[in-house]
């Protein structure tokens, strides 16, 4: 019997986002990695990232999550969940989530909602840039 393969959720906006962010093992700023909690390949999701510097995020690797936690008393969890909260705070992240539920192609879209949307998506394009 074979397993389905599972679905990993991505959200590029969050990524950037993260990458907008301080390091959370050092404080350094900005622009930082997205690392990971749970690897892409074993099917994490975009919304396990948390913000590292690219030498913090190499000893996370190369130390490993109980180890690096240990060495450096950083609680990566906690500080994803403190970014999750930030990141689906904003309106405009909630209401674009909410759009492109409504536009899946299980519902009827309407021009409206297309509209809605894609002014959004521009919207929070810009604010990225």
């Known amino acids: ?12 906006g969050f ?10 093992s050092c404080g350094a700023p900005a622009p ?9 390949g074993a099917g994490g ?3 396990t990232a948390v913000a590292q510097c690219r030498p913090c995020h190499q000893k996370w690797h190369q130390l490993g999550p109980r180890k ?3 060495v450096t008393g950083v609680d990566l969890w906690m500080h ?18 909410a759009l492109a539920l409504i ?5 009827e879209t309407t021009p409206e909602i297309e509209a809605i949307l894609a002014t959004l998506q521009v919207t ?3 604010r990225a840039a």
């Open 1 to 12: 019997m074979q397993f389905p393969k599972p679905t990993r959720q991505t959200d590029e």
């Open 103 to 107: 536009a899946r192609p299980e519902f």
């Open 68 to 70: 690096f936690r240990e």
């Open 32 to 40: 930082s990695d997205p690392n990971h909690l749970r690897t892409r």
């Open 80 to 97: 994803n969940s403190q970014l999750l909260a930030e990141y689906f705070s904003q309106p405009e992240v909630v209401l674009i989530k």
């Open 45 to 47: 999701s975009d919304y």
């Open 15 to 24: 990524l950037d986002f993260v990458r907008g962010t301080r390091c959370a």
């Open 124 to 126: 929070l394009a810009r």
